[in-house]
């Protein structure tokens, strides 16, 4: 099985901080990677997939990157409505995995 | 507007059985690639199973030989068996929808959750 290993599991930030959550292969996935965002009691949004094709409607501050096995999510300037937990998901192979999540915050 | 609404959670002891539905709108869940993710009280999220457009199905080792997911064309709804459940099962279940197999099992779509509690 493919792991993925997230980080950090909390992040303490104010509106308007550059944010960076970081997701972590066991194994190669290439791009197939996808970051959802979950508030609580919602189910996930879909933000990013293939690593870093942001998903229509999405705003601009959002980004995705990769380096080999090390994939980021970068908020450019956090805003009050991205407060919330963050997951990524690798679809590589099955069976398909999640990491553990990143909650985001008000510091 | 794309809709899953899922249905059919509840309480249930252990070793008993469930089904859970989702019913879609907008989409035909034979075309898709449909799934259930599930997520524990105060945890992450869990992928449990998948169905193809071909009809293959793939689960996760938790669930194998206990769950299965199936599809009703005419009624445009896909279901979870689950048999012989575990507290461990406990979890708000969620349908979600991804395109296909090229473009990847990543899920676009997904419903509010149906929540299943096994406890005696």
């Known amino acids: 099985d493919i792991q993925m290993t997230q980080s950090p599991s909390t992040l303490s930030a104010s509106v308007g901080d550059r944010v960076t959550i970081t997701c972590r292969a066991s194994?190669?996935?290439?791009?197939?990677l996808a970051w959802y965002q979950q508030k609580p009691g919602k189910a996930p949004k879909l933000l990013i997939c293939?690593?870093?094709s942001l998903e229509s409607g999405v705003p601009s501050r959002f980004s995705g990157s990769e380096s080999g096995t090390d994939f980021t999510l970068t908020i450019s300037s956090l805003q009050p409505d991205d407060f919330a937990t963050y997951y990524c998901?690798?679809?590589?192979?099955?069976?398909?995995?999640f990491g553990g999540g990143t909650k985001v915050e008000i510091k | 507007e794309v809709q899953l609404v899922e249905s059919g959670g509840g309480l249930v002891q252990p070793g008993g059985s469930l089904t859970l539905s989702c019913s879609a709108s907008?989409?035909?869940?034979?075309?898709?690639?449909m799934s259930w993710v599930r997520q524990a009280p105060g945890k992450g999220l869990e992928w449990v199973s998948t169905?193809?457009?071909?009809?293959?199905?793939y689960y996760s080792e938790s669930v194998k030989g206990r769950f299965t997911i199936s599809r009703h064309t005419s009624k445009n709804t896909v279901f979870l068996q689950m048999e012989s459940l575990r507290p461990e099962d406990t979890a708000v279940y969620f349908c979600a929808r991804a395109l296909d197999e090229v473009r990847g099992v990543y899920f676009d779509y997904w419903g509010q959750g149906s929540l299943v509690t096994v406890s005696s």
């Open positions: 907008e989409i035909n869940v034979s075309n898709n690639y």
């Open positions: 293939d690593a870093s």
């Open positions: 998901q690798q679809y590589k192979d099955y069976p398909l995995t």
């Open positions: 194994h190669s996935i290439s791009r197939w």
């Open positions: 169905l193809y457009s071909g009809g293959s199905t």
